[in-house]
């Protein structure tokens, strides 16, 4: 099992179980596409054999174009890199300023910087300003490991299997084919500080985006492709899904990893939808097995996540 090579806000190993428990049985021999990629936790587990990956942001696209084509100039590159604050605000300033030139995809050098970046700025958070500029300060970290080796050579063994997009989610259309399956993850649905359901920033992924989506997993379904989608438990998504006969609909809780601040609150609960049919399922005690038995369980002690019911269909 592959593990992801970048600490991504959203990262989904906090519910693999939940989610792998959706897929159908065979879901290792199908052709699998992930549009909203990330860090990729669900691709990286499951290892496909076959598929794509997607994500709007054109500088993490291009972080695995490179590790996929070019991972030893990524890794020789990427060793060169100091932890020290001085370094630090050069390397981000060099980072934003090929951004600001504009670059080709495959760019290493932006590449070996996002990975710096990523290991050493506060949180791990990619952020970015309006204008595209990633503006995290510094982190304090004991002895990062800017450059894990190994796991970079997975990763790009993986990815060498699948073909990379940078677009909207909805290339998925273009691309699935019967039989295959497709793993949503989208940004959280941007509720804003006063609580209004329906105000949200006109850059995020906001209602309409949503309603997109939701339409594509109508369309997919049609064209029998299988999707399981993650999304945030909140009532503008949640009417966008009941009362689609062959939908169901999951309430599971997971705890974040990196975010200490929704730790500390407790467990978040999350939506999870599918079309999978209920006898095709791996279901939550294979998914337990499966997903303990493997590296993940090492690396996020102390996440617990559960269903806490398995219904599914709101009856209104
Ligand atoms: C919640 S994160 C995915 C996290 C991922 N599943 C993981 O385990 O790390 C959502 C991703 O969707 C991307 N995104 C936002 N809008 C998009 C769009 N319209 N089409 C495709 N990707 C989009 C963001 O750049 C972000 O990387």
Redesign the pocket.
């Known amino acids: 099992m592959a593990e992801?090579i970048l600490k991504?806000?959203?990262?989904?190993?906090g519910l693999l179980r939940e989610i792998i428990a959706l897929m159908p049985r065979d879901f290792r021999d199908r052709t699998l596409h992930?549009?909203?990629?990330?860090?990729?936790?669900?691709t990286f587990w499951i290892e496909p054999k076959m598929g794509t990956i997607?994500?709007?942001?054109t500088k993490?696209i291009n972080f695995y174009v490179v590790v996929r084509d070019h991972v030893d100039e990524l890794i020789e590159d990427a060793r060169k890199h100091r932890y020290e604050k001085e370094y630090f605000y050069r390397a981000r300033a060099e980072f934003n300023e090929i951004v600001r030139n504009g670059f080709k995809i495959p760019n290493i050098r932006l590449a070996s910087l996002l990975l710096y970046l990523n290991k050493t700025a506060f949180n791990g958070l990619y952020r970015e300003n309006r204008r595209g500029e990633f503006n995290v300060p510094f982190g304090r970290y004991k002895n990062p490991k800017i450059v894990d080796e190994e796991k970079l050579r997975k990763a790009s063994e993986v990815l060498k299997r699948l073909e990379i997009y940078n677009?909207?989610?909805s290339y998925t259309l273009r691309v699935a084919k019967p039989g295959d399956l497709v793993y949503f993850?989208?940004?959280?649905y941007p509720l804003s500080e006063t609580a209004n359901f329906t105000s949200y920033s006109k850059d995020s992924?906001g209602y309409k985006?949503q309603k997109r989506l939701r339409d594509v997993c109508l369309k997919l379904h049609k064209r029998g492709v299988y999707f399981v989608l993650s999304n945030s438990y909140v009532e503008p998504v949640l009417e966008l899904y009941e009362g689609i006969d062959e939908f169901e609909m999951f309430k599971v809780y997971a705890k974040r990893p990196i975010n200490s601040k929704a730790d500390r609150r407790g467990a978040v609960p999350e939506l999870l939808v599918t079309n999978v049919p209920r006898e095709e399922r791996v279901g939550l005690k294979t998914a337990k097995r499966l997903v303990e038995a493997g590296a993940i369980k090492r690396n996020t002690t102390g996440v617990k996540s559960l269903i806490e019911y398995l219904k599914l269909k709101r009856s209104s």
Request: glycine residues 16%.
């Open positions: 992801p991504w806000a959203g990262g989904k190993r992930e549009p909203f990629f990330g860090g990729g936790a669900v997607n994500d709007i942001n993490l677009e909207d989610f993850d989208p940004p959280y992924f985006d």
